[in-house]
């Protein structure tokens, strides 16, 4: 069965950069694409960015253009997503999901990784 | 960039109700449109793709319905364990846009 496993909480001064991982298993790593998504307290949810683990495309949010990167190992079917200049505002839990569906829908999701902004 | 509204933001049914919950979306996304369920504490889990499919293994009292830019979601007999927040979502071209969320709990 699929699984993605996400790396452990986090916490950050501001302007400090963070860089969460997320394991998958259970599919061939190269076949989907994999998108993260983050969440503030008690909000909504928000698209950060796609990548493709096949050929190491991306595509970011506007928003967050310069200031993220996101990354994939195939030898270790790992991804991942680095967000510099961090302020408050990017306290929030990170999820990375597995985009299905001929790239449409996000149908497996890792468990959420919280990274918390505080000088 | 595409933008998505959802209507109401939070809701209170009696179980056994019949649930909606509406999305709009800025322009015409076609199909192009999924519904997501979300529990306290929890990653969203996907409930219908391509605006009317149902995801493998979801119970048949969730549906959705609609294309263009005006979607709508159903609970037919909403149950207990449906308490949960639900998020509608568009994509085009690898870029994805959640909609704002509608919490919905028991009455």
């Known amino acids: 069965q699929v699984h993605l496993v996400q790396s452990g909480a986090e916490v950050k001064k501001p302007g400090a950069s963070v860089k969460v991982s997320c394991k998958a298993s259970?599919?061939?790593?190269?076949?989907?694409?994999l998108s993260w998504v983050r969440q503030a307290p008690g909000q909504g949810l928000e698209w950060m960015g796609w990548i493709s683990p096949y050929n190491s495309n991306t595509k970011y949010a506007q928003k967050f253009q310069g200031r993220v990167t996101m990354t994939t190992d195939t030898s270790t079917s790992t991804a991942y997503m680095e967000l510099r200049s961090l302020t408050s505002d990017d306290t929030a839990v990170y999820y990375c999901?597995?985009?299905?569906?001929?790239?449409?829908?996000?149908?497996?999701w890792g468990q959420g990784t919280l990274v918390t902004v505080s000088s | 960039d595409i933008q998505m509204t959802q209507s109401p933001s939070s809701l209170s049914a009696s179980v056994g109700d019949r649930v909606t919950i509406t999305c709009q979306a800025s322009q015409d996304i076609g199909n192009y449109l999924n519904w997501y369920q979300q529990k306290p504490g929890k990653a969203p889990k996907v409930l219908i793709y391509?605006?009317?499919n149902l995801e493998r293994g979801v119970p048949s009292r969730f549906s959705g319905s609609g294309s263009g830019t005006d979607f709508t979601f159903t609970i037919n007999s909403l149950q207990p364990e449906d308490i949960a927040t639900y998020f509608c979502q568009q994509y085009d071209n690898l870029v994805f846009t959640f909609g704002p969320g509608t919490k919905v709990d028991i009455k």
């Open positions: 999901a597995r985009v299905g569906g001929y790239d449409a829908y996000f149908d497996y």
């Open positions: 259970g599919y061939t790593f190269t076949t989907y694409g």
């Open positions: 391509d605006a009317s």
